[in-house]
């Protein structure tokens, strides 16, 4: 065999089967992340990226993905179909390999172009493990194959069940209820999102969404469900993630290509927003926390951009350098690389290590912007008039900033004078509760347990961060109050928005709004103020969002509190007979004692912990929300944000 057919020739041996499946079911974690909600929604990610993988060696176009009515979860292809021939080591077929043994996914042939791969990259046999049941489906050599395992263990030797002309893998698995306790049941707007994402990521492939749990008669197939396909890929994520922001330039500036044999794809435009929007991805995984290729992409956009503006003399009169940041303001870029070995560090390992990928990055972007600056002179020259505004604003920033934190740090009997603080000093045991309203403040700090709740009132609307430059941001007085009531400061050497959260006050920070639509803006309004300033707060696990009950339901001394209509019409009708029903349209409606019980009591009441689920995503819907339209907000914190309930 030539050294090319070698190559593309998949033999069943080629297969490195390691052990392990049971290892998968005793620790889940260690390899989907996590067993709630997350870790589901990772089985359905591993499988699809075993498509996707198959779609990039342009195998394969179409991908899609059914929710079953039963919560099963059905991932089709049409590539070439995982082969079936006998694994000479094992002596079963390779499908079977592939499917129980751990490790064995991608390891194929070590020339094989395998760059997706979940976050955690391993692979569909760790889905089988953590499956009830799956039954993968093969159609390939004109014939259709099948097998199934129970909870990773093979049912039967594979076995040809008929004809087809087809090409494809299909995969039907039924995720394992006594590991994944919570929940098993799929969110739709979680996967859609993400096989938009994918689609975007992987240009040309066409991925559908079905949910047959939800019937829809307007659409072809009779249930609700979307197509996703990108023919222009970063290029249409852009317009996508920045469709609510007004462009600053006339097109998105993009590249594609190779650089020292690294995939670089990069795309950006400039919004006359004032935050910075930068989002990585390494082999379609985000990485949140940034890594080599984000820093190899600042180098290139500062360093392209300094000179340009140097060279055309509209610097000579700032009486202050221009700094890296002042380049990012209004801007949204997606970087995305394929590295064959990716090394992921940091704290949720989304922060690539590879020291090869940042020139590689930094080269691709310096060649794309010096091109697009000479061909767009009138742009280059918004740019960099939007660079110098943003470095005269930074410039009134750092003295707003300077004074925040002066007070954070000189904390010590600088608490804000609104702030109730608790008596325990140790951070872990310790919460805030940032209450809307003096009032529904008042009522709190009679209502909590003064040893460990902390009470800080905020006055009516907080200032729109989204909207507001960064020196406003920081002269703002709730919003100062909330950093030094927290004891967060901000700013480094390196990074002059860096967050530091060691000195932390409270493990907790609870945000109380009343149940209705402005408390809901409320709420938003607070949100985003950590989603832009402090978002290491909220993927550390740190906010929360209180839930007041909605009604009391009364009968005699009998009382029963209720959290949405069908609580309250069961309660009613579990009491028979006439009851009383008062509905809360505010905290202020509590008193101190029915606010604990309800809403403040660990032993009783619900947290709601934010998490971001899909970091694009919740840009987007940001920048969307908080735009001019007010009944939208609601909607979007029950939809986008994945609430996890504890304390229950
Ligand atoms: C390796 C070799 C070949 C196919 C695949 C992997 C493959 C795996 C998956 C997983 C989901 N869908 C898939 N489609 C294909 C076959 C190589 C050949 O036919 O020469």
Redesign the pocket.
Known sequence: MSDEAKK???SADSIQALEGMEHVRMRPSMYIGDVGVRGLHHLVYE?VD??I??AMGG??DTISVIINEDNSIT?R?N?????VDIHKKEGVS?LEV?MTKIGAGGK??KD?YKVSGGLHGVG?SCVNALSNNLKATVF?NGTIYEQEYERGKASYPVKSIGETEER??E?TFYPDDTIFTQTTEYNYETLANRMRELAYLNKGVAITLTDKRQKDKESESGFVGERFFSEEGLKEFIKFLDGNREQLIKSVISMEGEKNGIPVEVAMVYNTSYTENLHSYVNNINTHEGGTHLSGFRRGLTSTLKKYADSSGMLDKLKFEVQGDDFREGLTAIVSVKVAEPQFEGQTKTKLGNREVSSAVSQAVSEMLTNYLEENPEDAKVIVQKVILAAQARHAATKAREMVQRKTVMSIGGLPGKLSDCSDQNPENCEVFLVEGDSAGGTAKQGRDRNFQAILPLRGKILNVEKAMQHKVFENEEIKNIYTALGVTIGTEEDSKALNLEKLRYHKVVIMCDADVDGSHIETLILTFFFRYMRELIEKGHVYIATPPLYLVKKGSKKKYAWNDEERDAIAESFNGSVGIQRYKGLGEMNAEQLWDTTMNPEFRTLRQITIDNATETDRVFSMLMGDEVPPRREFIEKNAVYANIDT
Do not use: M, Q
Request: aromatic share 8%; with cysteine; proline share 4%.
């Open positions: 593309n020739n998949y499988v075993n498509s993988d198959e195998h394969c991932v292809d590539g070439r179909g995982i082969p390779a592939v194929f042939d094989s569909v390939r494809g893998t995969v």
